[in-house]
C-alpha cells in the first residue's frame, strides 16, 4: 500500500499514520520470537512505552505507561517468559540493513558505553573505568556495534562486558543467570565475536571504526586483515610501527614530520560545525600476504588539534592500496556518529534506565530499547525526507508498510 503526499499539513497527517504502521511493522518482524499471545501483545506495548513520554523508563513507570496496575508484567517480560533477544537481536540487524544498508558508504563502528550503578549485584558490575563518567565508577560496561551510511545510523549489536572478578566466582555468576561456557573476555574479543556476526550477515559495510581500547586489542587487527576488512583503528601515541626500516612510536614519527606534511581538513560536521583538525598521513609497509588480485595498504594516520597542537590522535590503517588520505579523514570522522547513538538511546529510549540485575534482564531490555532506537532513526528519516519534498513542491511517494 502506498500513499502519495503534496501538501505540508497532509503530510504531517499522513506521518503521523505512517509512524504507527512502521512500529507495527517493526514489531510483526519480531513477534513470531516470543510464542505466549500475552508476551507478544507486551513486547509490543513495550516498545511503544520505551517510545513514550515515560519520565524514567524502569518497571513501575514503563506499566504504567503502558496500562499496567504493577510492574510484574514488565518484569516477567524482561527476566523470565520465554523469548531468545539473540533471535531479536538478528531481526533488528536485518532491520537496520534494510532501511539504512547502503555498501558505499557503509561502515562498521564498534565502541563502549557505561551504565551506572549501585551496589554489586547487577550482572557484570563493578568498579572499573568508563567515559560516561570519564572515571572510574561502580557501573556496568556495554560494547557495541552501530552500522551507519548516508542514509542513518543505529545499532545492530551488543555485549555485556564481564570483568575478571566476575568470571573468577562460578557462584556470583550462577546467581545473576549467566548461562553456562560464559567466561572471560575482553572488550576486544567482544567487539570480534560480533563484526564476525555481521560479516556472516553479510551487513553492507566497507570499514571498521574503532577507538584506542579496540585499536590496541590483541590480534583484532591481524584477523581483520586475514578477512579483507579495511579499517581506521584509534591506537595510542607509544604504539609501536615499522616505519622507514625501523621500529618507531607513533608520537615519534609524529615529532619527525615537517610542518609541510601537515594539511588541515574536516573530519565532518559535528553540533558546533566542521570538524577541522591538522593531518597527516605515512604510508606503512604493504602487508605480505594478499589476496590474488588485490593489493592492499597500510598507513599511519595523525589528528593534531588546532587549538592545542601537542594533542594529537593517532590511527592505524588498512584498505585497497588506492585509498587517499583524505578518505581516510572521512572514515576515522565516522567515530563520533556511535556517540550520537548513545546519547540518543539513552535520551530517548531509556537504554540506562533499567532495574534488572541479571543476565538475561539485561540482554532483553538493551535489544528491545536498540529496536527503539532504529525505528526513530528510521521514522525521521521518512518525515525528512517528506519534509524537503514538501518544500521543493514535489510530491513524495513513500510505501507505508501493508
Same mark, same amino acid.
Given at each position: 500500500m502506498t500513499a502519495e503526499y503534496t501538501g505540508t499539513g497532509r503530510a504531517r497527517s499522513k506521518t503521523i499514520e505512517q509512524w504507527s504502521a512502521y512500529l507495527k511493522e517493526l514489531h510483526e518482524r519480531i513477534a513470531h520470537r516470543f510464542l505466549r499471545p500475552e508476551v507478544r501483545t507486551r513486547a509490543y506495548r513495550y516498545l511503544a512505552g520505551l517510545l513514550g513520554d515515560v519520565?524514567?523508563?524502569?518497571?513501575?513507570?514503563?506499566?504504567?505507561?503502558i496500562g499496567e496496575a504493577r510492574p510484574r508484567g514488565v518484569q516477567h517480560l524482561l527476566n523470565d517468559a520465554r523469548w531468545d533477544? %539473540?533471535? *531479536?537481536?538478528?531481526? &533488528?540487524? %536485518?532491520? *537496520?540493513?534494510?532501511? &539504512?544498508?547502503d555498501e558505499k558508504s557503509g561502515v562498521l563502528i564498534v565502541d563502549e558505553t557505561g551504565f551506572l550503578k549501585k551496589g554489586q549485584k547487577s550482572v557484570g558490575v563493578a568498579r572499573q573505568y568508563?567515559?560516561?563518567a570519564g572515571k572510574r565508577e561502580n557501573c556496568q560496561v556495554g560494547v557495541f556495534v552501530c552500522y551507519a551510511s548516508a542514509k542513518g545510523a543505529a545499532f545492530i549489536d551488543r555485549a555485556l562486558y564481564l570483568p575478571r572478578e566476575w568470571t573468577d566466582d562460578p557462584q556470583r555468576l550462577s546467581e545473576a543467570g549467566v548461562p553456562e561456557g560464559v567466561g572471560f573476555a575482553t572488550k576486544g574479543e567482544l567487539a570480534k565475536w560480533m563484526l564476525h556476526r555481521a560479516f556472516e550477515a553479510n551487513v553492507p559495510a566497507r570499514w571498521i571504526v574503532a577507538d584506542t581500547v579496540y585499536g590496541m586489542s590483541r590480534g583484532l587487527r591481524g584477523w581483520l586483515e586475514k578477512k579483507e576488512r579495511s579499517y581506521v583503528l584509534a591506537v595510542t601515541s607509544s604504539k609501536g610501527i615499522y616505519h622507514e626500516g625501523r621500529q618507531r612510536q607513533a608520537r615519534k614519527v609524529a615529532q619527525s614530520l615537517p610542518e609541510e606534511s601537515w594539511v588541515r581538513a574536516s573530519a565532518g560536521k559535528g553540533s558546533k560545525g566542521e570538524r577541522l583538525y591538522d593531518w597527516a598521513c605515512v604510508t606503512l609497509p604493504e602487508p605480505e600476504a594478499q589476496g590474488e588480485g588485490v593489493r592492499a595498504g597500510r598507513w599511519l594516520l595523525m589528528?593534531?588539534?588546532i587549538a592545542q597542537p601537542e594533542e594529537i590522535a593517532y590511527y592505524l590503517c588498512y584498505g585497497p592500496a588506492q585509498t587517499n588520505v583524505h578518505e581516510l579523514i572521512r572514515i576515522a570522522g565516522r567515530r563520533w556518529i556511535i556517540e550520537d547513538c548513545f546519547e540518543a538511546a539513552k535520551g530517548e529510549v531509556g537504554l540506562d534506565e533499567y532495574e534488572v540485575r541479571k543476565w538475561d534482564g539485561w540482554q532483553r531490555h538493551i535489544t528491545l530499547c536498540l529496536l527503539a532506537h532504529t525505528y526513530l532513526v528510521v521514522v525521521r528519516s521518512v518525515a525528512e525526507h517528506e519534509e524537503q519534498a514538501a518544500k521543493k513542491g514535489i510530491s513524495a511517494r513513500v510505501p507505508i508498510p501493508s
Amino acid at each position: 500500500m502506498t500513499a502519495e503526499y503534496t501538501g505540508t499539513g497532509r503530510a504531517r497527517s499522513k506521518t503521523i499514520e505512517q509512524w504507527s504502521a512502521y512500529l507495527k511493522e517493526l514489531h510483526e518482524r519480531i513477534a513470531h520470537r516470543f510464542l505466549r499471545p500475552e508476551v507478544r501483545t507486551r513486547a509490543y506495548r513495550y516498545l511503544a512505552g520505551l517510545l513514550g513520554d515515560v519520565g524514567r523508563k524502569n518497571s513501575w513507570q514503563m506499566a504504567e505507561a503502558i496500562g499496567e496496575a504493577r510492574p510484574r508484567g514488565v518484569q516477567h517480560l524482561l527476566n523470565d517468559a520465554r523469548w531468545d533477544p %539473540e533471535a *531479536v537481536r538478528d531481526d &533488528l540487524r %536485518e532491520y *537496520v540493513v534494510e532501511h &539504512l544498508g547502503d555498501e558505499k558508504s557503509g561502515v562498521l563502528i564498534v565502541d563502549e558505553t557505561g551504565f551506572l550503578k549501585k551496589g554489586q549485584k547487577s550482572v557484570g558490575v563493578a568498579r572499573q573505568y568508563t567515559g560516561t563518567a570519564g572515571k572510574r565508577e561502580n557501573c556496568q560496561v556495554g560494547v557495541f556495534v552501530c552500522y551507519a551510511s548516508a542514509k542513518g545510523a543505529a545499532f545492530i549489536d551488543r555485549a555485556l562486558y564481564l570483568p575478571r572478578e566476575w568470571t573468577d566466582d562460578p557462584q556470583r555468576l550462577s546467581e545473576a543467570g549467566v548461562p553456562e561456557g560464559v567466561g572471560f573476555a575482553t572488550k576486544g574479543e567482544l567487539a570480534k565475536w560480533m563484526l564476525h556476526r555481521a560479516f556472516e550477515a553479510n551487513v553492507p559495510a566497507r570499514w571498521i571504526v574503532a577507538d584506542t581500547v579496540y585499536g590496541m586489542s590483541r590480534g583484532l587487527r591481524g584477523w581483520l586483515e586475514k578477512k579483507e576488512r579495511s579499517y581506521v583503528l584509534a591506537v595510542t601515541s607509544s604504539k609501536g610501527i615499522y616505519h622507514e626500516g625501523r621500529q618507531r612510536q607513533a608520537r615519534k614519527v609524529a615529532q619527525s614530520l615537517p610542518e609541510e606534511s601537515w594539511v588541515r581538513a574536516s573530519a565532518g560536521k559535528g553540533s558546533k560545525g566542521e570538524r577541522l583538525y591538522d593531518w597527516a598521513c605515512v604510508t606503512l609497509p604493504e602487508p605480505e600476504a594478499q589476496g590474488e588480485g588485490v593489493r592492499a595498504g597500510r598507513w599511519l594516520l595523525m589528528r593534531r588539534s588546532i587549538a592545542q597542537p601537542e594533542e594529537i590522535a593517532y590511527y592505524l590503517c588498512y584498505g585497497p592500496a588506492q585509498t587517499n588520505v583524505h578518505e581516510l579523514i572521512r572514515i576515522a570522522g565516522r567515530r563520533w556518529i556511535i556517540e550520537d547513538c548513545f546519547e540518543a538511546a539513552k535520551g530517548e529510549v531509556g537504554l540506562d534506565e533499567y532495574e534488572v540485575r541479571k543476565w538475561d534482564g539485561w540482554q532483553r531490555h538493551i535489544t528491545l530499547c536498540l529496536l527503539a532506537h532504529t525505528y526513530l532513526v528510521v521514522v525521521r528519516s521518512v518525515a525528512e525526507h517528506e519534509e524537503q519534498a514538501a518544500k521543493k513542491g514535489i510530491s513524495a511517494r513513500v510505501p507505508i508498510p501493508s
